[in-house]
């Protein structure tokens, strides 16, 4: 198995956190399928401890941390005669030294556990031969956290545990230059699925709460964790996922918390008309005009008509009186 | 390291309006259609003229607005929709071949065989109005390989300038782009198409251009289906120094800036 290490608590200002909802978003990164989360010491007593936070602290001297799960022996679930065990939760000191500094020193390099930063061009090289050079190196336990800056710390992140690295770095969404855990977890579930055991379905409920923590929205088109990344438009496509939804889906939107949804605008046709209308039995020359209506409107408007406007729209063309939108 | 100098076929009106919520009107296509003339873009794919009357006039509009790039119709493999492509004075004829078996069985429910026997009929009516083919394998990234080389011959040898090769469900990785587009023989001219399903399609594209392609489709903000498709400000921050596509970075950033009110007119939609 490899390390999936998350830094998003490291990344923004975490003072106004509850501590029910720092404990949620933690269970909810382990239960995705993260092996360890890093944190900054001012958050140790804000989590479900049994010992003393004042210790604790005192034992990281200021260091950030990792939070860790261990499995504890089996304990009796819901349903007879069943046993699962309990996920509890460990702290470590974050031993890991940063480096920014070019691959052919790091031979010279002392430190026996090592993060390797930067490394953001590294698409537009040979970065088969830098995985390489790294995988040889004497280091321990090398992590690597490559730079969002270029929009490829995913690709660089998933080649890395594709060449054989161990452990990887990553962030939550895509507000920091960390590489996107949602898609690092997503590339290595449908790329290596044995290195792979996390529950992806947790991820909209993660996006929802790292909105409400971070006051950051997250885009609706964000790859994997967008609000809008299932709804299908256009006629063509419409088609396609009404025959068979793999045929224009990576993966089933329920893996990840989100569902399809077919939705009306410029681009759409009779038959996604008819699905959203239910009426089969709407005349072509009917179905003709609405269309026509919601094109207009949907350029306008610059959105999708909702189900409601759709609604309105239809009755009043059947009925043949004039309809206003409005914004 | 293949040739630095690479080109950009935009198609933001095309696959970019297809995301949903996402709409132009004539005069909004024309005005993005000249911003991204006046950057340097090789190639505008403009829309689909088979959506109808409102289509065909924007594309005869652009077709006037634009000094340099060549115009691309986009179009099903159906004579139809590339009789209202030649129609409307596309310079380019693309058409969308289905190359998976999912998309060929699931969608057209057809079969190979005549899968190429309309292809070849699609070609002859391209080229008795003696306009240039393009020819797009979508979801070629889930098909079968031997299927896909053989629509690489069967492109070449009816005479297609460009072969588009399509992740339309955005899930390659960087090294599996890379050993596929290494395969195609250099016999024709490669166009890759990312999608950014995996939060990979920057990174696809480069690779595939390191490997041969000499074409990248991308999109302003990287609007398109689902999460879009290659980010044209991405790509070129990503290869500045390393490649050469002729489009000013800063030019592209101001430009975009200016689109975005027309891009974007649901503040909601970006984020």
Redesign the interface.
Known sequence: MVTIIDRTLTTFNTSGLTDRDLNHFCDLLFTCGVTKIELTPELVDRLSFPASAASLKQWLEGRNFFLTQILSGPLTSDRPGMKEPKALWKLEPNELVEKNIPVSKLNSCHHQKVRITGLE?L??RD??EVFKALLNSDIDTLDLCPGN????A???A??WL?AGGQSISCGFANHHHFP?LE?VL??LK??QPDLFTGDLSVLSELRDLYEKLTGQ????????I?T???????G??V??VL??P?????FNPQTVGNQREI?L???SGRQSLLYKLNEPELSESTAHIILKQI?SR??Q????LSDRELRTLASEVQNDKPTEIYC | MTNRQKYIVDTTLRDGEQSPGIAFSVREKVTIAKALDALGVSRIEAGTPAMGREECRAFEKIKLACQKAQIIGWNRMNLSDISQSIGCGADIIHVCVPASDLLIREKLRTTRSQVLETLSACAAAIHDEKRELTIGLEDASRADWDFVVLLIETARDLGATTLRFSDTVGIMSPSLCKATISRIPDNIDIEVHMHNDLGMAVANSIQGLRSGAKYADSTLFGIGERAGNCNLEHLLIATQGQLDFGISLDELQWRQADLKSIIYKNKLAYA
Request: include cysteine.
């Open positions: 061009d698409m537009t970065y088969s800056q270029q929009h490829c995913t690709a660089i998933l080649e594709l996107p898609e997503m590339g449908l790329n929205p997250v885009g609706k088109m964000k790859a994997i967008g809008d990344i299932f709804k299908v438009e256009s063509i496509h088609d396609g025959k068979n793999h045929t224009y889906e990576p939705v605008g410029k681009h094109k949907c350029t408007l610059g959105r999708n």
